[in-house]
């Protein structure tokens, strides 16, 4: 059984930071890419960041340097580091595993970004 619980979520102010971790199990953590979604009410789902079995790493556009998502295989692991956090990233933060034939997802954890 797959399994991706993600931690790290909650208030910050304008302009902080947060740092979100997402334990994989039931999955080859080592050979899977990674990645982080977001949804905010009434938008859909996009695309924050993903990091290949290889650490390659591609972010949403409106990322613009100031998040860094990294993989800990040892751990089973990924991390989504979040720096200079405004209102408009106040959304529901997902872990996604993408595999052959499916997605998998974590229940997710919400960003609260007060102004």
């Known amino acids: 059984q797959v399994q991706l619980v993600e931690s790290g979520g909650g208030l910050v102010q304008a302009g902080g930071s947060l740092r979100l971790s997402c334990v994989a199990s039931?999955?080859?953590?080592?050979?899977?890419?990674m990645s982080w979604y977001r949804q905010t009410p009434g938008k859909q789902r996009e695309l924050v960041a993903l990091?290949?079995?290889?650490?390659?790493?591609r972010y949403g556009d409106f990322v613009k340097g100031r998040f860094t998502i990294s993989r800990d295989n040892a751990k089973n692991t990924v991390y989504l580091q979040m720096n200079s956090l405004q209102p408009q990233d106040h959304a529901v933060y997902y872990c996604?595993?993408?595999?052959?034939?499916?997605?998998?997802w974590g229940q997710g954890t919400q960003i609260t970004v007060s102004s």
């Open positions: 039931g999955i080859s953590f080592r050979s899977n890419a």
């Open positions: 996604t595993a993408p595999t052959p034939g499916t997605i998998y």
């Open positions: 990091i290949t079995n290889n650490d390659r790493t």
